[in-house]
Nanobody
């Protein structure tokens, strides 16, 4: 069992930056690929970024490529999402997720078994 807790969300002006953190409990965290997703009001949850179990491979959605960076520190049981050049359309609740099966990350929400409670990111214009 893995419990995930996101933090770092808030209100920021367009062009600003935020760093989201996802703290995980459980010794098996280091074995799990991790993903970041977001959900805006009235929209489906969408993929943002993902990282392999060892941090050696990452992926990001086209909408955030070049602006967002995912990383992890397995010794701290934490995964991060560095968000730069934020835009109003980035406003959403951001969730981290852990994938307990396989070694590859996924862009699909259905592939992830454990989810955090989410943290709100609001970008004002």
């Amino acid at each position: 069992q893995v419990q995930l807790v996101e933090s770092g969300g808030g209100l920021v002006q367009a062009g600003g930056s935020l760093i989201l953190s996802c703290a995980a409990s459980g010794r098996t965290f280091r074995n799990y690929p991790m993903g970041w997703f977001r959900q805006a009001p009235g929209k489906e949850r969408e993929f943002v970024a993902a990282i392999s179990w060892d941090g050696g491979s990452t992926a990001s959605a086209d909408s955030v490529k070049g602006r967002f960076t995912v990383s992890r520190a397995n010794t701290k049981n934490t995964v991060y999402l560095q968000m730069n050049s934020l835009k109003p359309e980035d406003t959403a609740v951001y969730y981290c997720a852990a994938k307990s099966s396989g070694t590859d990350y996924s862009t699909r929400t259905q592939a992830y078994d454990y989810w955090g409670q989410g943290t709100q990111v609001t970008v004002s214009s």
